[in-house]
């Protein structure tokens, strides 16, 4: 099982400054099987990007992520008040999926 | 409008099972592979298992592998989840979840439900 490892663990931010949020694997991923969720309290995840660096429907063009092999990153490059949650980095290999632990992004 | 409905949460003695069931409505439900996912009390997420479009193959965590059956009705636009022998751990919220279309190679769950509760205690 490829087991991801978000950093950091928190990450405390002002609305407006860049975010940079860390996902690695155990072992190489393919690009194409790696997205990133957002979720906030009491909610569902959100997808937010797939094939590593792919934008989903909907989503503002604020949020990258970028990445290959083993480290994979999601920059949010002005946070929005609306961009305080949690993220979360997503894996499919040999047809078991896993997830990282999440990053928070708190608002210092 | 694309959208999973989780019902079917409750309260369960250890041992005990549950069926647990996502219907699916505002997209062509058999032409999509369906996960459950699930989320403790202030913990992450994590995959519990996998179905593809027709019903024919299944995948599970090793954690819930040999306890919990997936399965899906196309007919009815609903997929399900038996949970038997439960634990404490098993207490989640569990999500219904959409996987991406297939035939692009990417792998991703685009639509969610707002899950069902799961209490296993005495």
């Known amino acids: 099982e490829i087991v991801l490892t978000q950093s950091p663990g928190t990450l405390s931010l002002s609305p407006g400054e860049r975010a940079t949020l860390s996902c690695r694997a155990s072992?190489?991923?393919?690009?194409?099987?790696l997205a990133w969720y957002q979720q906030k309290p009491g909610q569902a995840p959100r997808l937010l990007i797939y094939?590593?660096?792919s934008r989903a429907t909907g989503i503002p063009d604020r949020f990258s992520g970028s990445g290959s092999g083993t480290d994979f990153t999601l920059t949010i490059s002005r946070l929005e008040p609306e961009d305080f949650a949690v993220y979360y980095c997503?894996?499919?290999?040999?047809?078991?999926?896993?997830f990282g632990q999440g990053t928070k992004v708190e608002i210092k | 409008e694309v959208q999973l409905v989780e019902s079917g949460g409750g309260l369960v003695q250890p041992g005990g099972s549950l069926r647990l069931s996502c219907a699916a409505s505002?997209?062509?439900?058999?032409?999509?592979?369906m996960h459950w996912v699930r989320q403790a009390p202030g913990k992450g997420l994590v995959w519990v298992s996998r179905?593809?479009?027709?019903?024919?193959?299944?995948t599970y965590a090793d954690s819930v592998k040999g306890r919990f059956t997936i399965s899906r009705d196309n007919a009815k636009n609903t997929v399900y989840l038996q949970m038997n022998s439960l634990r404490a751990e098993d207490t989640a919220v569990y999500y219904c979840?959409?996987?991406?279309?297939?035939?692009?190679?990417?792998?991703?769950?685009?639509?969610w439900g707002k899950g069902t509760t799961v209490t296993v205690s005495s």
């Open positions: 094939g590593a660096s």
């Open positions: 505002g997209f062509t439900f058999s032409s999509y592979w």
């Open positions: 979840a959409r996987e991406g279309p297939r035939g692009y190679n990417y792998y991703y769950m685009d639509v």
């Open positions: 997503q894996q499919c290999g040999s047809s078991l999926w896993t």
């Open positions: 072992q190489s991923v393919s690009s194409s099987y």
């Open positions: 179905i593809n479009s027709d019903g024919s193959s299944t």
